[in-house]
């Protein structure tokens, strides 16, 4: 696989040997906003290289409550985690912004894992990846304002999806960010009145990108850079 054919950076992060390896197994898929990839207690089947669009991984509590504890977008692949230990799955898996994925069946992708070190070594520097977004996250939630995470969270969904227009209701963004919605309604409210935002049906558009990033918090920014440290831009590796 041409690194050009790909927007997934694990994917253009491997050797040209490494891609073609993995380019007979790999399937184009579509997903759409809402899509239930997988919940707590299932078994891998399949895993899916993001190309554009953003997977929430969420966490369940007994009660019914649920909270993004991690996203999936183009930085990775979602289900390596559970896939590579060999144990059920702990989160629920929704696609939130519609996008492509490429799915790998899990035979092939443990062959491939078990043969190919520099690939393997690219899922470790992954999920290390990963790890860091949720431990961002958890001091993210604790001391942040809500307006300061709508901002992150809008921002880093639409640099997913690769436009600045995307399908996403109120109900979901309050989830995604444990408030209420009259909370997100408020904000939202308030950014578009500010000429930031722009809401329709079910959708929210960027109309300001400095400016809206300049209210987002700073772990917008901490994202981006670990995720450069992960995947460098850099890296020639044809």
Request: with cysteine; glycine share 8%; charged share 20%.
């Amino acid at each position: 696989m041409n690194q050009k054919l790909t927007a997934n950076r694990l994917l253009g992060s491997l050797s040209e040997a490494d891609r073609m390896a993995l380019s007979p197994y790999l399937t184009r898929e579509a997903m759409v906003s809402g899509h239930l990839f997988y919940e707590p207690g299932d078994t891998i089947q399949h895993l899916h290289f993001v190309e554009s669009g953003v997977v929430s991984l969420m966490t369940l509590l007994r009660e019914g409550d649920a909270v993004e504890c991690g996203m999936v977008g183009r930085e990775g692949l979602l289900g390596a985690g559970p896939a590579l230990a060999g144990l059920p799955v702990y989160t629920r898996a929704i696609c939130q912004v519609s996008g492509s994925t490429l799915k790998m069946g899990l035979e092939d992708f443990l062959g491939l894992v078990a043969t190919r070190p520099t690939f393997r070594h690219a899922l470790f520097q992954y999920l290390e990846g990963l790890a860091n977004q949720a431990q961002q996250s958890v001091a993210c939630r604790a001391w942040h304002r809500a307006e300061a995470r709508f901002c992150r969270w809008l921002v880093a969904a639409c640099d997913q999806a690769g436009r600045d227009e995307i399908d996403l209701t109120q109900e979901f963004l309050a989830q995604m960010l444990a408030v209420q919605r009259t909370t997100v309604s408020q904000i939202a409210g308030e950014m578009q009145a500010l000429g930031l935002i722009q809401q329709k049906r079910g959708r929210i558009a960027i109309l300001d990108r400095p400016g809206t990033e300049a209210r987002a918090c700073e772990c917008l920014h901490a994202h981006r850079s670990r995720w450069n440290d992960v995947w460098p831009l850099s890296l020639d590796k044809s």
